[in-house]
């Protein structure tokens, strides 16, 4: 069994899975991983409103949790995602 294969039995829209599956690709091995929204949208080509869409749909079914990142001199940066493990019992 796939260790994604939960994600294909939620009841999510083919955006917020494309996301998680590239947000998955990408963490590290604590899950966590900060691609900027416009790099998301252009490398599995969709809007970045499309991309934000689908953020906004994987916090709200639990699978991820973010975090504003800040640079030095106080300007945002990247958001931090972090992969939630999924009980699969």
């Known amino acids: 069994m796939s260790r994604l294969t939960f994600l294909y039995q939620m009841d ?3 955006r917020a899975v494309a996301v998680y599956v590239y947000l ?3 963490a590290n ?3 966590e991983c900060w691609p900027a929204v416009s790099t998301i949208a252009k490398e599995i080509k969709l809007s970045q409103a499309t991309v934000r ?3 906004k749909d994987l916090r709200k079914a639990g699978l991820i949790e973010t ?3 800040y640079r030095a ?3 945002t940066s990247t ?3 972090k ?3 999924i009980d699969l019992k």
């Open 24 to 26: 998955y690709d990408r």
């Open 67 to 69: 975090t504003q990142r």
């Open 79 to 81: 958001l931090l995602f």
């Open 29 to 31: 091995k604590n899950g």
């Open 12 to 14: 999510l829209s083919h």
């Open 73 to 75: 001199k106080g300007g």
């Open 83 to 85: 992969i939630k493990q």
């Open 53 to 55: 869409r689908a953020i």
